[in-house]
């Protein structure tokens, strides 16, 4: 299993933008699907964005698509989620989580995660 250590979070204010970061360690990086995925106070964990590698694809959530880019450095073994034009309701911990095999968007099929960075938007 690969291990996943996610950073970059804080606070910023509506309209600005964050990078976070997801270096992983333990496995052979660039045959998993890097997914992000987000949960805020009392609402279940949500899908975000993902990347495949061979092929190389992206995939995003719809209440994200053109604000935030997903991008993967397999020589650093490093996942990024930029994001712009940030919103209140973009406020959350976000989680970079890992996936043996084909594109899911689903939780339930990503075997290891980060421990969570916090994202919060000001108004």
């Known amino acids: 299993q690969v291990q996943l250590v996610d950073s970059g979070g804080g606070l910023v204010q509506a309209g600005g933008s964050l990078r976070l970061s997801c270096a992983a360690s333990?496995?052979?990086?660039?045959?998993?699907?890097m997914g992000w995925f987000r949960q805020a106070p009392g609402k279940e964990r949500e899908f975000v964005a993902a990347i495949s590698w061979s092929p190389m694809r992206t995939y995003y959530g719809d209440s994200v698509k053109g604000r935030f880019t997903i991008s993967r450095d397999n020589a650093k073994n490093t996942v990024y989620l930029q994001m712009n034009s940030l919103k209140p309701e973009d406020t959350a911990v976000y989680y970079c989580?890992?996936?043996?095999?084909?594109?899911?968007?689903?939780?339930?099929?990503?075997?290891?995660w980060g421990q969570g960075t916090r994202v919060t938007v000001s108004s």
């Open positions: 989580a890992a996936r043996l095999g084909a594109y899911s968007n689903l939780r339930t099929d990503f075997g290891s």
């Open positions: 333990g496995g052979t990086f660039s045959a998993y699907v």
